[in-house]
């Protein structure tokens, strides 16, 4: 197939042509019709439709405007890469850099890599919009880039046995800097080994504390007299098997996430420093103003709120901070002293208990390489936290 638009589907474009009446005639639009409304040959047309041929994102934009189709529906089903997405838009690499007020050669490498620029923080944002997509949808063609995928891979089967391990009985082991699979890490993710290891040494211990809960439920079921149905015991342990399988199979997009596309490390200390002043917050010259505007542009302002009398994190940003803190505490030291997690101890309201499942499984995905939090909110999830 000639270069243009990768997903494009040759026989989409058909079946809409010959459902779409011609302007110019009582019958359906031909292939001559289609070629003289784009501005290009029946012979063209043709080579489109049978997959020869691919048309460039221009073109894919004029031809779903004479079908009366949205671009979409001419490219191939499934979850579309970032590229995909563009060409969705009728945009070249050029023009959507422009856009975006960027080099071209920084956008080649998002768009190739999944690497998004540090220090423009607000891209993945500035990217969505564009696009005119939303955030979930970005992040997911992020992660169907190749070279995302491929990272992906290497880390299920780096991580593999060390899981394996951590799950097993006996002493906690964690991995070191100088093990192969930390310096195998380091390499493909593009960050030192000694940020590798305590990033997966997270992820070991919430499964460490989830096999633990595991042996205490199936020494419950086997071992006790039962006062509950043992049925209980086999939902609840359905729940924390399931749990480990999720913090297994979110490995490789923790890594990506913290490793790949961190926060600035002074969006962070910023970000702190008003969690730490609590619900009063601190007055505006004791955050500067430049990282406050690069926050409000990296998360689209809705973690931090600028009230009369000073700046205060929002419900949004105290949960995004304290679902964080364990990545970013080993990635960025803290700027003033160490940080307990429990927002009670800096006059928080308490937003979510220990117990709820939503907490680390769906409210640490609010980052700016994630998705908003907001629908889960609309959801009802937002309320069920609240009461826990």
Same mark, same amino acid.
């Given at each position: 197939?000639?270069?243009?638009?990768?997903?494009?589907?040759?026989?989409?474009?058909?079946?809409?042509?010959?459902?779409?009446?011609?302007?110019?005639?009582?019958?359906?639009? !031909?292939?001559?019709?289609?070629?003289?409304?784009?501005? %290009?040959? @029946?012979?063209?047309?043709?080579?489109?439709?049978?997959?020869?041929?691919?048309?460039?994102? /221009?073109? *894919?934009?004029?031809?779903?405007?004479?079908?009366?189709?949205?671009?979409? =529906?001419? /490219?191939?089903?499934?979850?579309? /890469?970032?590229?995909? $997405?563009?060409?969705?838009?009728?945009?070249?690499?050029?023009? *959507? =850099?422009?856009? *975006?007020?960027?080099?071209?050669?920084?956008?080649?490498?998002?768009?190739?890599?999944?690497? $998004?620029?540090?220090?423009?923080?607000?891209?993945?944002?500035?990217?969505?919009?564009?696009?005119?997509?939303?955030?979930?949808?970005?992040?997911?063609?992020?992660?169907?880039?190749?070279?995302? /995928?491929?990272?992906?891979?290497?880390?299920?089967?780096?991580? @593999?046995?060390?899981?394996?391990?951590?799950?097993?009985?006996?002493?906690?082991?964690?991995?070191?800097? !100088?093990?192969?699979?930390?310096?195998?890490?380091?390499?493909?993710?593009?960050?030192?080994?000694?940020?590798?290891?305590?990033?997966? &040494?997270?992820?070991?211990? &919430?499964?460490?504390?989830?096999?633990?809960?595991?042996?205490?439920? #199936?020494?419950?079921?086997?071992? %006790?007299?039962? %006062?509950?149905?043992?049925?209980?015991? #086999?939902?609840?342990?359905?729940?924390?098997?399931?749990?480990? #399988?999720?913090?297994?199979?979110?490995?490789?997009?923790?890594? #990506?996430?913290?490793?790949? &596309?961190?926060?600035?490390?002074?969006?962070?200390?910023?970000?702190?420093?008003?969690?730490?002043?609590?619900?009063?917050?601190? +007055?505006?010259? =004791?955050?500067?103003?430049? &990282?406050?505007? !690069?926050?409000? @542009?990296?998360?689209?302002?809705?973690?931090?709120?600028?009230?009369?009398?000073?700046?205060?994190?929002? +419900?949004?940003?105290?949960?995004?901070?304290?679902?964080?803190?364990?990545?970013?505490?080993?990635?960025?030291?803290?700027?003033?002293?160490?940080?307990?997690?429990?927002?009670?101890?800096?006059?928080?309201?308490?937003?979510?208990?220990?117990? =709820?499942?939503?907490?680390?499984?769906?409210?640490?995905?609010?980052?700016?390489?994630?998705? +908003?939090?907001?629908?889960?909110?609309?959801?009802? !999830?937002?309320?069920?936290?609240?009461?826990?």
């Amino acid at each position: 197939m000639a270069r243009g638009v990768t997903a494009f589907d040759g026989s989409a474009l058909r079946e809409a042509r010959l459902v779409t009446p011609c302007p110019d005639h009582s019958h359906a639009l !031909t292939v001559a019709c289609l070629a003289r409304q784009v501005g %290009t040959s @029946k012979a063209l047309i043709l080579s489109y439709e049978h997959g020869r041929s691919s048309p460039s994102p /221009q073109r *894919l934009a004029d031809l779903a405007r004479a079908v009366g189709v949205p671009a979409s =529906a001419l /490219q191939r089903r499934g979850t579309p /890469q970032l590229a995909d $997405l563009r060409t969705a838009q009728g945009l070249t690499v050029v023009e *959507l =850099a422009a856009e *975006l007020g960027m080099a071209t050669n920084t956008y080649r490498r998002i768009e190739s890599s999944g690497v $998004l620029p540090k220090r423009r923080p607000g891209t993945f944002w500035d990217l969505a919009r564009a696009l005119d997509v939303d955030c979930t949808q970005l992040h997911e063609a992020i992660l169907q880039i190749p070279a995302v /995928q491929e990272r992906s891979r290497y880390a299920i089967s780096t991580l @593999k046995p060390v899981f394996r391990l951590a799950l097993s009985p006996g002493p906690f082991q964690p991995l070191q800097d !100088t093990s192969p699979h930390s310096q195998g890490l380091a390499s493909s993710y593009g960050a030192a080994s000694s940020t590798v290891s305590r990033v997966v &040494n997270i992820l070991l211990a &919430n499964l460490r504390q989830l096999a633990h809960q595991r042996a205490q439920l #199936e020494a419950y079921r086997d071992f %006790t007299a039962h %006062t509950r149905p043992a049925a209980a015991y #086999e939902r609840e342990l359905d729940v924390v098997s399931e749990r480990i #399988e999720q913090e297994i199979d979110s490995a490789p997009e923790i890594l #990506e996430r913290y490793l790949v &596309n961190p926060l600035p490390q002074a969006c962070w200390h910023s970000l702190a420093k008003l969690y730490l002043a609590g619900p009063g917050g601190i +007055d505006d010259a =004791a955050v500067l103003d430049d &990282n406050v505007t !690069t926050l409000g @542009k990296a998360f689209d302002s809705y973690l931090v709120r600028d009230t009369w009398d000073g700046l205060r994190l929002s +419900d949004a940003g105290v949960l995004f901070f304290v679902d964080t803190l364990p990545y970013y505490r080993v990635i960025y030291a803290p700027p003033e002293r160490v940080i307990r997690p429990e927002p009670h101890s800096y006059g928080w309201p308490s937003y979510h208990s220990r117990s =709820a499942p939503y907490r680390r499984h769906r409210l640490r995905m609010a980052h700016v390489l994630g998705h +908003d939090p907001r629908p889960h909110w609309d959801d009802g !999830t937002w309320m069920k936290i609240r009461r826990g």
